[in-house]
Nanobody, 122 residues
Framework: VQLQASGGGWAQAGESLRLSCAASGLTFRDYAVAWFRQAPGKEREFVAHISKSGSMMDYEDPVKGRFTISKDNAKNTVDLQMSSLNPRDTAVYFC????????????????WGQGTLVTVSS
């Protein structure tokens, strides 16, 4: 099983980026998926989560209203649309998958992607 995160890059404050997490060896329809991020010198933090069915989403407060997580079952990807970016969003973003719903912030995830770097300048 592999998760491949992509779409990171450089953006100016106020701009948008779209991250994508692609899976091989598992079907996202059967997994809850989350995005985490880790800024330089800081601990990894939860960003967003989508349930196995794709019907329930959860966001950490700093990104609510700016980020949207979605599943594309046909492509077997989970995307994170990030808008109104600001320098505090600068981090390496990781996607992770678990085969149970619930406890998006504290559960143990079964699989992790390698991360994609997002850099936002002011």
């Amino acid at each position: 099983v592999q998760l491949q995160a992509s779409g990171g890059g450089w953006a100016q404050a106020g701009e948008s980026l779209r991250l994508s997490c692609a899976a091989s060896g598992l079907t996202f329809r059967d997994y809850a998926v989350a995005w985490f991020r880790q800024a330089p010198g800081k601990e990894r933090e939860f960003v967003a989560h989508i349930s196995k069915s794709g019907s329930m989403m959860d966001y950490e407060d700093p990104v609510k209203g700016r980020f949207t997580i979605s599943k594309d079952n046909a492509k077997n990807t989970v995307d994170l649309q990030m808008s109104s970016l600001n320098p505090r969003d600068t981090a390496v973003y990781f996607c992770a998958a678990k085969n149970k719903d619930g406890r998006p912030r504290t559960a143990t995830y079964d699989y992790w992607g390698q991360g994609t770097l997002v850099t936002v300048s002011s």
